[in-house]
């Protein structure tokens, strides 16, 4: 009889060893069982040999095994972001490829004033990109401008000083145009802007691949005459 409580609590201590190394259980707790365990096989007359794996010895090793972190079973490993790769100077010739650089900068990691996110408008999830918080989303986009319209200047916008009025009207003449773009390629919804079918930006994707997709990039739904002129008519027979 005394052996069998004896594998009985030999099991739940070599159980309780695994389940506590895959929870989140203070180790105080574990000490105190295995002592409860000891403490039992001591109150009957055991012989010494058998009491064995609940000596000093074995409680230390099994606390040190549950003081080293361990890998979740639930968890994938970690894995190492790989760096995109954005456009050279020179072959930024395109609007979109200067907001596609600032999208790329943000995923490596590097400074840019632009990011990708999921927004929630009626109730359906659109990919698209914003402004960061923090920055100021006028001067963040006419500077961006400026370096596109102007890349060999050989003092940049945002080196001047901003409390000139002929400073200000060249951030308010930037941000024009740069607003003008934006809105013929994205849809604007507040400070946010949202693709209107496929992404300008696909997270790990190749330079390759981005210049393949971008140079069919068609960007919003373009109205033509045509068809402004027959919702007119339509109005007119209506009315």
């Known amino acids: 009889e005394n052996s069998s409580i004896f594998e ?10 695994n389940t506590f190394l895959r929870s989140k259980l203070p180790l ?10 000891r403490k039992n096989l001591q109150d009957m007359d055991f012989d010494d040999s058998l009491a ?23 968890a ?20 979109k490829r200067v907001i596609y ?14 990011q990708a996110d999921q927004f929630q408008v009626d109730g359906t999830l659109h990919q698209g990109f914003r402004v960061k918080p923090g920055f100021n989303r006028k001067q963040c986009l006419a500077e961006l401008f400026a370096t596109f319209t102007r890349p060999s200047e050989d003092c940049p916008l945002h080196q001047l000083n901003k409390s000139l009025v002929f400073v200000k009207d060249l951030y308010a003449h930037y941000y024009r ?6 809105s013929k390629w994205f849809i604007k919804s507040g400070q946010n802007y949202l693709y209107s079918a496929d992404p300008l930006f696909v997270p790990g994707e190749s330079l390759s691949d981005a210049v393949t997709r971008l140079q069919y990039f068609e960007g919003k739904p373009k109205r033509t005459y045509g068809a402004k002129k027959r919702r007119t008519q339509d109005a007119s027979e209506s009315s």
């Open 52 to 74: 064995l794996p609940f000596d000093e010895a074995l409680e230390e090793e099994l606390l040190k095994l549950l003081s080293t972190p361990i890998q979740s079973c639930e």
């Open 76 to 95: 994938n490993p970690p894995v190492d972001t790989v760096q995109m790769q954005s456009f050279s100077q020179p072959q930024t010739t395109d609007w």
């Open 8 to 17: 009985n609590d030999a099991e739940q201590l070599d159980g309780l060893r």
């Open 101 to 114: 650089n600032q999208l790329v900068n943000d995923y490596n990691g590097s400074p840019s004033c632009l």
């Open 177 to 182: 145009l740069a607003d003008q773009m934006m």
């Open 28 to 37: 105080g707790s574990f000490s105190k069982t295995a002592t409860k365990c």
